[in-house]
């Protein structure tokens, strides 16, 4: 097996480096201003702090495995790479060793979900269950419908949710009434493309698997995360008016079909994400065994 890698010198890297950080700072600008203020942001503050992601970190430029970097790039000091006479590279071994069971898994998740036709019926109703016959709200706002308006919707609809780490935030109440009882063993047979939440968790996947993932590819999934946040707020039972933005009114049918049209573009967009990591951890498997052997 001959596998060549790419060399990039210095004069061909350091501009797709730069003009990742300006996309990263531009992405993140709203949080880091708001972080120094010390403010919150009940859509846009998910991203941060339910999927941990670090400004500083997102903005870093990896050109994924097979790729090496000459001209003394701080590359060779990160972890997961390796440096030799003035040039580093995503060390794909070393990656395996520390990795190889996340890599194995997201790539058997992700296969599994993109081999499924993408269901478009669960008109963001995830977060009414969370709400569902409960006190407390998940986010300092106020409900759109109200307490009662709110749980009415819940139980004139069927729940349909496919997602066990949205299922999982469910009232009691709202669990019992969804068609299927998730439970983390079956994500990989329930998990499916149309699903909100699963097209974001595409952004936790590519950030797991960094080096190996380009960071142009896990700014994309950044980005769609981001996106699909928006509609899944405005969708949701709360009143986000306070932030300019129109509520998507799942409960009436021309929202049903607003939501819908959404949910299929976003699955579109998730299907090339997640074609695109499944391809680079493919890369990576190849040049473990190029190593091994």
Known sequence: MSIVPSVLTRDEWMPRATTHARRADAATAGHRERRARGEKHPIEDFLFDYYGTRPSLLRRWHPG???????????????????????????????????????????????????????????????WAMLYRDADPRHDLPLRLGRTGTDEVVESHDLVCTHVDAFRFFTPAAASRNSLQLIRSDQRAREQPGCLHANMDLYKWASKLTPAVPSELVLDAFELAMDIRYVDMRASPYDVSAYELDPIAVETQDGKREYAALQGAFAARGADVRARIVASVHRLREWVDLRIT
Not at 86 to 109: F, N
């Open 65 to 127: 495995v097979g790729v090496v970097l000459e001209g003394e790039p701080d590359h060779g000091g990160w972890p997961f790479y390796s440096s030799h006479h003035g040039a580093a590279e995503v060390d794909a071994l070393e990656l395996w060793k520390a990795r190889g069971s996340t890599v194995d898994a997201v790539l058997a998740l992700l296969t599994a979900t993109g081999s499924r036709p993408a269901v478009r019926g669960c008109f963001g109703l995830h977060e």
